[in-house]
Nanobody, 121 residues
Framework: QVQLVESGGGLVQPGGSLRLSCGAS????????MGWYRQAPGNQREWAAR???????TYADSVKGRFTISRDIAKNTVYLQMNSLKPEDTAVYYC???????????????WGQGTQVTVSS
């Protein structure tokens, strides 16, 4: 199992920056993929960024060039640096972990509780 705890959300003006953190309860080397999703009111949850255990990062087109996902292996923490924020980035941001579990011979998703990001003047 994996417990995930997000932090770092808040209110920021358009063009501003925020950094989200996601702490994991186990070594992130043992987690196949960690990522960030977001859900705006009335919308489905959408993927924003992910990083593999090997360190490969990928981004949704909507955040590419503005958001950066990174990790601190010693702290079992993944970050999402968000720059040039827009009102349409307003959403609850969720941390996600995908883990292969040998007992079920399949991948399982784990989610954090979410952190609110509001971009408004």
């Amino acid at each position: 199992q994996v417990q995930l705890v997000e932090s770092g959300g808040g209110l920021v003006q358009p063009g501003g920056s925020l950094r989200l953190s996601c702490g994991a309860s186990r070594s992130i080397f043992s987690i196949n993929v960690m990522g960030w999703y977001r859900q705006a009111p009335g919308n489905q949850r959408e993927w924003a960024a992910r990083i593999t255990s090997g360190g490969m990062a990928t981004y949704a087109d909507s955040v590419k060039g503005r958001f950066t996902i990174s990790r601190d292996i010693a702290k079992n923490t993944v970050y999402l640096q968000m720059n040039s924020l827009k009102p349409e980035d307003t959403a609850v941001y969720y941390c996600n972990a995908v883990v292969y579990e040998s007992d079920i011979k399949s991948f399982r998703d784990y989610w954090g509780q979410g952190t609110q990001v509001t971009v408004s003047s």
